[in-house]
């Protein structure tokens, strides 16, 4: 029902906020007129999530604009600088150098470099860190799901940006996330909702490839 690029983008933040195997012992300078308790409940969640060799996570996202709303249910795995994300007839895959983004509905496989793709997760994770890309501050606590969370709210200092805010919601008792909305100046509104999350799962490496040799739809070569 609802394509955009923002959807995609919002995808990879979501991935982006769970991309931390990567980034060991990594301390997060506070963003300049950035709340500092709101930083360090982001790296309150990042030391956590450092800790993990793999990771599954299923989610929901619902999208709505006006009147009109789309409930789709994905799942995500991580594997050091290794992901892959299956919702709504699209598959987007990493081996750590190279993106597949294979759209199932319209047959189509996009191929870019990872230095390449501004929407990498691991360039949306640092949008808090370096570079002062965002302003963070701290909403205080509130009930999201059933659980207690801290609302940290992030807007964006470039005025161009296709997101008004994002508001990440981390569970108080595990510093987990539970729920991220991103607000789209066109009007969309996409919620996340965290529905489990299973650390140092098993998964095979041929879950980030993609093998182009059993596909025979059109590709786009962006590299």
């Known amino acids: 029902m609802f394509r955009s690029t923002i959807m995609m983008r919002s995808l990879f933040f979501l991935l982006g906020l769970f991309f931390l195997t990567a980034l060991h012992a990594q301390k997060s300078p506070i963003v300049e ?3 500092a308790r709101a930083v360090g409940f982001l790296d309150k969640m990042k030391t956590k999530f450092s800790g993990y060799k793999t990771l599954q996570a299923n989610f929901k996202l619902t999208i709505k604009l006006e009147n009109q709303s789309e409930v789709q249910q994905g799942i995500m795995y991580v594997s050091g600088d290794k992901f892959r994300v299956e919702i709504h007839g699209q598959h987007i895959i990493s081996d750590g150098k190279t993106v597949w983004y294979h759209d199932m509905t319209n047959n189509q496989l996009q191929i870019n470099n990872v230095d390449d793709n501004v929407m990498s997760p691991a360039s949306l ?3 808090y ?3 002062g890309k965002v302003i963070c501050g701290y909403m205080g606590e509130e009930t999201v799901n059933g659980k207690t969370t801290n ?13 008004g805010k994002i ?23 996409y919620t996340f909702d965290v529905e489990r999350i299973v650390p140092n799962v098993v998964v095979g490496n041929d879950r980030f490839f ?12 962006l590299r």
């Open 151 to 163: 609302e940290i709210e992030m807007k964006p200092k470039d005025r161009n940006a296709d997101y």
């Open 33 to 35: 007129s950035s709340d």
């Open 129 to 131: 860190e370096q570079g």
């Open 167 to 189: 508001s990440v919601f981390l569970d108080k008792a595990n510093d987990q996330i539970v729920q991220a909305i991103v607000f789209g100046k066109d009007g969309m509104k």
């Open 125 to 127: 994770l640092k949008i």
């Open 210 to 221: 993609f093998d182009q040799s059993k596909f025979t739809g059109e590709v786009i070569d």
